[in-house]
């Protein structure tokens, strides 16, 4: 209480604007975001305003998330069609009319540059959880079906810029939805079965498939060299391997406690390629060793869990699928960018969050975890 002519403190003037944030999830994103920040004065340490850039960075994705997390879920519902289709509607316009870099067609010129596959990394769950929660309590398999095709309509698009670590993202974000929302045991299990063993194919036959002269479908050239390089990156390792091969000598050298930072020799020598983005995991682990990289992965962890708990605690089908899907596409990032670094997955340019030197990939987050806080805030409203 504020007595009559009583000035109120700074703390009781700041307090209703913080309230927007759910604190445990402030505070894990805020461990994540000092380890981003430490990291990346050591990694990026010769490449110039590095340093500035990424702290400048973060710093418009928690205002992007406060933004975000006064708008209430019920006119983020609103939204989800209109930006599934502007969505979609800018993908087919790229593969028309896109610019063409390196090979790839993943950027449109409306005044602006954009890369519209950036929108349905939102745009997706947001839509599957729309209509998941007009279909609530009268779920079919038709509806799973129209569900599927929702989803694989972008994806295919994306496939084809290509482009296919965002492919990824988006895709895990509409299976996660697909997933809580009730899809049976009896087709998930047989699809992981068959993923399971075309695994266990390639590996076993990775010598014969591997040729020159096979070809993949589906799959470009690149594509196929970046898989068959994960199977034995020493087929070529000033090539293709290199990558790989020097991530784990840097994971590896860093040892228990790690080399100390600023002390990395992989990362200060330079043999850590795109050490200040994809991966920078490499940089870490080396300077701050398993320690550090435990402390990192409990960080995430917990950021992950704490979704997950204001997901379970949601008020309605819509949010509860939706904080599920975002969370759990937190999941993806940090374990398909950490997995690749490590040598266990194949080469895709995904991020680490909020630790990757990187705008857009920030801004995004920013947008997502906005949202989360947006249905945490909805529930505590709720409960008065």
Not at 37 to 44: D, K, Q, R, V
Not at 260 to 266: D, K, L, R, S, V
């Amino acid at each position: 209480m504020i007595a009559v002519g009583e000035r109120p403190s700074l703390w009781q003037r700041l307090r209703p604007v913080l309230a927007v944030f759910d604190g445990p999830l402030a505070g894990g994103l805020l461990v994540l975001c000092t380890i981003g920040l430490t990291i990346m004065y050591s990694a990026g340490f010769d490449h110039g305003t590095r340093f500035v850039d990424h702290a400048r960075n973060m710093a418009l994705a928690f205002v992007v998330m406060f933004a975000v997390a006064q708008i209430s879920p019920q006119k983020l519902m609103r939204l989800a069609v209109p930006l599934y289709t502007l969505g979609v509607a800018l993908l087919v316009a790229t593969a028309l009319f896109g610019i063409t870099k390196k090979g790839a067609t993943r950027w449109l010129n409306v005044g602006v540059v954009i890369q519209p596959s950036e929108i349905l990394k939102l745009a997706m769950p947001l839509m599957l959880a729309w209509w998941f929660q007009k279909r609530e309590g009268q779920l079919r398999v038709l509806d799973f079906a129209i569900a599927g095709l929702l989803l694989l309509v972008p994806v295919g698009l994306v496939v084809k810029q290509p482009d296919l670590g965002t492919a990824i993202l988006i895709l895990s974000a509409g299976l996660y939805v697909i997933f809580f929302a009730g899809l049976s045991w009896k087709l998930i299990v047989p699809a992981l079965l068959a993923a399971g063993l075309a695994l266990a194919a390639v590996v076993i036959s990775a010598d014969r498939i591997c040729e020159p002269d096979v070809a993949w479908p589906l799959l470009r050239e690149y594509q196929k060299h970046r898989i068959c390089t994960l199977l034995d990156p020493t087929t070529d390792p000033l090539g293709k391997g290199f990558h790989i091969i020097q991530g784990m000598i840097a994971i590896g050298s860093g040892g228990l406690t790690g080399k100390g930072f600023m002390a990395g020799t992989q990362t200060h020598l330079e043999f850590i390629p795109e050490r200040t983005t994809d991966f920078i995991f490499a940089a870490y682990a080396e300077e701050f060793g398993l320690l550090g990289a435990a402390a990192l992965l409990v960080s995430f962890t917990f950021v992950i869990l704490r979704g997950l708990l204001i997901a379970a605690q949601a008020p309605t089908a819509f949010t509860r699928l939706l904080a599920g899907a975002i969370s759990l596409s937190f999941f993806t990032y940090a374990f398909v960018n950490m997995g690749m670094v490590s040598g266990i997955l194949p080469v895709v340019g995904i991020p680490l969050p909020f630790v990757s030197y990187g705008g857009t990939a920030m801004v995004t987050l920013g947008l997502a975890l906005g949202i989360l806080m947006s249905i945490a805030r909805s529930r505590g409203l709720m409960q008065r």
